[in-house]
């Protein structure tokens, strides 16, 4: 069982679970929290259709409106079509197990806690 801390959102997650569940990482649509946090240009730039003087109302409604990923957006999700598989605890897995449509993702990006 490994940590890891996206580098793009800096969220931190376990590869297995717990229950030995595979862990595939997607990086959440940008919040408005960290709009809140970006400079009001760069806000404008993604949301132009923020009134002039928006609140932090304005914000979590354009952001349920209208998801944006940020930039080096990572999805490490298995692709569309794919049949998933249920993980029993104590089932012993290694990425041999998991359907895959093509090569292997490299999960180059990850970094070790
Ligand atoms: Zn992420």
Do not use: W
Not at 16 to 27: F, I, L
Not at 55 to 81: F, K, M, S, Y
Not at 101 to 112: E, F, G, I, N
């Amino acid at each position: 069982m490994g940590k890891f801390k996206c580098p793009t959102c800096l969220g931190t997650y376990e590869d297995p679970q717990p229950n030995g569940a595979r862990y595939y990482h997607a990086c959440p649509p940008i919040g408005a929290s960290e709009l809140e946090r970006m400079p009001e240009g760069q806000v404008r730039q993604l949301y132009p259709e923020l009134p002039a003087a928006f609140t932090r109302g304005d914000l979590e409604r354009v952001c349920l409106q209208r998801a944006v990923n940020r930039d080096n957006h990572i999805d490490e999700n298995i692709a569309p079509g794919v049949p998933g598989r249920f993980v029993k605890p104590n089932d012993k897995l290694d990425d041999d197990d998991l359907p895959r449509v093509s090569a292997p993702r490299k999960l180059t990006h990850r970094r070790p806690l």
